[in-house]
């Protein structure tokens, strides 16, 4: 009963002659209504539309791990989505191949070992005048060809899967074992593992795929007539989980089946709450250098097909006509209408409305 006497109260100003209707109240009247106001935010971005996405990794971001030799897996280390170190065994395998190579270098080692001290002896002999410069050529051309047999032999072990920990202890002595590690060639997360205990593989089958996170990308699948909207640098809000993304690629081709276009954007915010694989919707947000409003969608109200706020004037409230851009989940962005710094009712707005109108229809009537 309270509130129908207060709006009761409301009456018209002299600038509602003019075509400006004013909804006087004091405070104990904004009181009474329990009218809560705010201020717009300037913003840069129009919302667009709503489209489906999926998180994505750049093509540089992934990584394929291979087998180095043929042979079997004896060992698996890593199960599919968790996080590796550059470096980390990733898995274990058996290879014969691999045996061969390591006896190929003990064998390239003797003899390089045989061709290095004749060519100490023959220095020596040279100096001395014992034999001639053509023969200490030729010891060393021997020694060369040996030393480039070795560092082949090494070489060939070092993409083979060993490391130059195992190649120095192999020439130290160490036993010959088929036996080597599959090592992880960067930090980041196991995407796929096609690795199986037991498995017998070929030469660069593939074992695993590693991905790097400190990247990632969204592949937006948006509707052809939207296309001419978007532009590059334009940006991508996710709701849930909260991520922003700066669009740096547009598809020059639409996919004849589903009718849209492939937009890319770098993901800039919110990182760490996004995995690859992710289906998400996006809302695409257009960049504009006009001046542009986001208020919370309680704020606005239609009247005969137009969008209205009310604004806070020197001894009540007016009810402004103004442009909608965009909407989004909770709030919409205006573009005319609004100058910026004012104050506009976001509760109660209903009840000035009923008062609003009431006011125009007493007009009428008299």
């Keep these: 009963m309270r509130r129908f006497v207060v709006l009761a109260l409301f009456i018209l100003t002299p600038a509602a002659a003019a075509g400006r209707a004013l909804i006087v109240m004091d405070s104990e009247q904004i009181s009474h209504l329990d009218v809560q106001l705010t201020q717009p935010q300037a913003v840069s971005n129009i919302p667009l539309t709503q489209a489906p996405g999926r998180v994505v990794l750049p093509p540089a971001q992934e990584f394929a791990v291979t087998s180095r030799q043929p042979g079997m897996i004896s060992k698996v280390h890593v199960p599919l989505g968790v996080k590796v170190q550059q470096g980390e065994v990733l898995a274990e395998m058996d290879s014969i191949a691999l045996v061969d190579l390591q006896r190929a ?41 040996s030393e480039a047999t070795l560092r082949a032999a090494e070489q060939t072990l070092l993409v083979s899967g060993l490391t130059n920990g195992d190649i120095q ?63 590059l640098g334009d940006g991508v809000m996710l709701e849930s989980p909260r991520a922003k993304a700066r669009i740096i690629e547009i598809s020059a081709n639409v996919n004849p089946q589903s009718q849209t276009a492939l937009v890319r954007a770098r993901v800039e915010e919110g990182q760490g709450q996004l995995l690859p694989g992710m289906h998400i919707n996006v809302q695409l947000m257009h960049r504009s250098s006009d001046r542009i409003f986001r208020i919370p969608l309680s704020a606005l109200f239609s009247h005969e097909g137009r969008q209205y706020v009310f604004v806070r004037r020197e001894g009540g409230f007016e009810p402004v006509e103004v442009s909608v851009a965009g909407q989004e989940a909770y709030s919409v962005v205006l573009h005319e209408g609004l100058e910026g710094g004012e104050f506009i009712v976001v509760q109660g707005v209903a009840a000035l409305k009923a008062a609003w109108l009431g006011q125009a229809a007493a007009g009428h009537s008299d």
């Design 105 to 145: 270098l003990i064998d390239a080692q003797s003899v390089f070992k045989v061709a290095e001290a004749k060519l100490h002896r023959d220095d020596t002999l040279l100096r001395e005048g014992v034999i001639s410069k053509v023969r200490w050529q030729e010891t060393h051309s021997d020694f060369e060809r």
């Design 169 to 231: 202890r192999l020439k130290a002595g160490a036993q010959i074992s088929g036996a080597y590690r599959v090592l992880s060639p960067a930090t980041g997360v196991v995407l796929e593992r096609f690795a199986i205990v037991g498995q017998r593989v070929d030469a660069l089958a593939p074992l695993f795929k590693i991905g790097r996170l400190d990247e990632l990308w969204l592949e937006v699948d948006l509707p052809q007539e939207r296309l001419k909207e978007v532009r």
